[in-house]
């Protein structure tokens, strides 16, 4: 570990003696059919947070994945995709499943939003359960990192990870037509994707479609291939709006199905052992609205509401065995008010109501029902050189398992933020924030086997609830050659729930217990982008970043889990009709492990791009790509994830496709 902390360090002290960077992605293009120089990202308007502002102006961490950078990055799995991002890494539960680690943080305090409103799947309850929301149908992915549950409430105790996919149009194209499609084939799976979007509409309405299919088979580890990793999907919407001076209001309807293997279960034929895998589905219908200076004192009234019916059946060869059923209702009111004191802001609510199952003979969850309301407030304002951000909510919430006990719970929530620019070309940040947590379904209730996970979970419904309080400090620099930031934050948690190995054996499964104890979580984040050169041959960018955390239970030890150190760079060329990049990322060995826990190994992972633009014109732009991962074949096996052991991540990959937009 002393070599991994010595690196880190260095690569910190490089980055913080350097200019920094403002944000990951302020070097790609905007989200847009149209070509815009690279510094306009900085322009792109945050969706999750109020007052339409970007990322350069929000005091809170935050990071959006768009443009060119969201295509090179599109994965299978919403964690993968924003793996690449400083401070947030993937559990990797094969090819089929990856939900996002944020700061060391993931399942219930990581909240998973589909255009604002969460995904209302279960993706939360295991890491063998998959989201609903579709990385490569995103116009944008926006990830706040630290405690968002002002906004979103206690399951955003950890941060958000929001996917703007525009199935409800808040605007008709320029052009009364516009769309994207993308096709591609992976060397490592022997599979592909393909997907399409169309938006409509003028003269007061907007239409929108999208579908995608992808076929993945097992894929390729180095020396052999994984069994059971294959992921088969689907998903698809058809939505519209009315538009006006007035506003907007607009209905869609989408449907997604997903088939994937457990790799960490791929049977034995020759011992009558059948492979697990899971195969699920969410009909989702979602109503969202938006109304212009409505009243007085009030300049913007914004609602959503979602509703959802999720499925999900673990097999075990052609039997179903466990039966995890979901149906929620979402929604959501926010409203802005006109400038008041020189303060601005926006103040609502949020309720919902979700009814969960698991039937089957290895259910480990009791059906339980869920309901919970927030009320929320954040105020800004300016003074002079210092921005000052502050907001509070307050939940209700309360879970009720079928033959058991009610439980109820009332968190607090309260954040300050600052923002103080010495000059156009420095500022530095302070966020303190005090969150809280109610303990989910599965922490409460959970006992019994679950297969496809292969653990056996033991709930306590006696549990807390959980309080993070949070400092964080950042400092920012722009110029004309480096943009970067760097970023150290401590928090300290009481009553912090966790599932630790016991080192006991039940039903022939490893038995993981729900506990609570004070935990602490300390790390540091940077990165910078150094803009070479600019010149008739190009524009050539270099990118350097690292992050690490590091997180113990009070009275000793290491909790479970945690995200390895990590250090990559990226040297990036691009002119008017070709891009290319070649980029390493070091993830170091991770020791610091929870009892019962295995060490995992350092690895380097290498990967390039290079994409060719052709038949570009005022109306439509097609590209050609090539994308090798994991160019040197590494067995790369990730601390985050349930089952490195069983399953590393895929090995040598080269994929090929053609993305066009008009």
């Not at 902390?5 to 905007?30: N, T």
């Not at 630290?146 to 929001?162: D, M």
């Not at 103040?347 to 480990?364: N, T, V, Y």
Request: glycine content about 12%.
């Amino acid at each position: 570990m002393k070599r991994t902390a010595l690196a880190c360090c260095i690569g910190f002290a490089l980055l913080s003696s350097a200019p920094v960077f403002a944000d990951p992605v302020d070097d790609a293009p905007p989200p847009s059919n149209d070509a815009e120089p690279a510094t306009k990202l900085k322009d792109v308007v945050v969706t999750a947070v109020p007052l339409g502002q970007s990322a350069d102006q929000i005091v809170t961490p935050v990071s959006v994945l768009a443009g060119t950078e969201l295509d090179d990055a599109r994965s299978g799995t919403i964690g993968q995709t924003v793996a690449g991002v400083p401070g947030v890494q993937t559990t990797a539960f094969g090819a089929g499943a990856g939900r996002p680690v944020i700061r060391g943080l993931d399942g219930s305090r990581v909240a998973v939003l589909a255009d604002g409103l969460g995904s209302a799947d279960v993706s939360n309850v295991s890491q063998d359960h998959a989201t609903t929301v579709e990385p490569f149908l995103a116009d944008q992915i926006e990830i706040l990192k630290g405690p968002a549950t002002l906004l979103y409430g206690s399951g955003a105790i950890g941060g958000i990870v929001n996917l703007v996919d525009g199935r409800i149009p808040q605007s008709a194209p320029a052009n009364g037509l516009s769309g994207r499609t993308q096709i591609g084939y992976d060397s490592v799976s022997g599979g592909g994707t393909g997907m399409f979007r169309v938006d409509a509409g003028g003269d007061g309405f907007a239409l929108h479609a999208d579908g995608l299919y992808r076929h993945d088979g097992d894929y390729d580890i180095p020396g052999r291939t994984l069994d059971n990793s294959f992921a088969h999907s689907k998903s698809g919407a058809l939505g519209g709006s009315w538009l006006g001076d007035w506003g907007y209001l607009g209905l869609s309807v989408s449907r997604y199905l997903s088939n994937y293997g457990n790799p960490a279960e791929p049977g034995d034929p020759a011992e009558g052992e059948p492979a697990v895998r899971v195969s699920m589905g969410q009909t989702r219908y979602d109503l969202k609205g938006a109304l212009n200076a409505p009243f007085a004192g009030i300049d913007k009234a914004e609602f959503s509401f979602g509703h959802s019916d999720y499925q999900h059946v673990e097999y075990e060869g052609s039997k179903a065995g466990t039966t995890f059923t979901n149906q929620t209702d979402e929604g959501r009111v926010q409203l802005t008010h006109a400038p008041l004191a020189g303060w601005t802001g926006a103040f609502g609510l949020q309720a919902f109501h979700r009814d969960f199952a698991a039937i089957g003979e290895e259910s480990f969850v009791p059906p339980t029902s869920t309901k919970g309301v927030g009320l929320f407030v954040t105020e800004q304002r300016e003074f002079g050189p210092l921005k000052v951000e502050l907001g509070a909510r307050t939940d209700r919430q309360s879970s009720t398992p079928d033959n058991g006990d009610k439980r109820d719970f009332s968190p607090l929530s309260l954040s300050a933020g600052f923002a103080w620019r010495f000059d156009d070309a420095w500022h530095m940040t302070l966020n303190l924030d005090r969150a809280q947590r109610a303990p989910a379904e599965e922490e409460l209730f959970s006992h019994g086997p679950h297969a496809a996970s292969a653990t056996f979970e033991i709930g306590d419904a006696n549990l807390a609830k959980e309080t993070a309080n949070q400092v964080e400090l950042g400092l920012h620099y722009h110029s004309e050659f480096v943009e970067a930031k760097v970023a150290a934050y401590y928090n300290r948690y009481d009553d912090f729930i966790y599932l630790a190995d016991t080192g006991e054996i039940e039903d022939d499964l490893p038995v993981r217990q729900w506990s609570q104890r004070n935990a602490k979580f300390r790390g540091g984040e940077a990165e910078a982008t150094f803009h070479l050169a600019k010149n008739a041959s190009g524009h050539y960018d270099l990118r350097v970043w690292g992050d690490t955390v590091r997180a113990t239970l009070a009275g000793g030890g290491n909790l479970p889990r945690i995200p390895a150190a990590r250090f990559g760079s990226e040297l990036s060329w691009r002119n008017d009709d070709w891009r290319a990049s070649l980029g390493a990322t070091r993830y170091f060995e991770q020791d610091d492990v929870a009892e019962f826990e295995t060490d995992t190994k350092g690895f380097t992972l290498v990967n390039a791009r290079l994409a060719w633009s052709f038949f570009n014109n005022d109306r439509s732009s097609w590209e050609a790509f090539v994308n090798a991962d994991n160019l040197t074949n590494q067995t790369a096996r990730l601390s985050t994830s349930l089952i490195k052991d069983q399953a590393p991540l895929a090995g040598r990959n080269f994929a090929i496709g053609v993305r066009g937009m008009f």
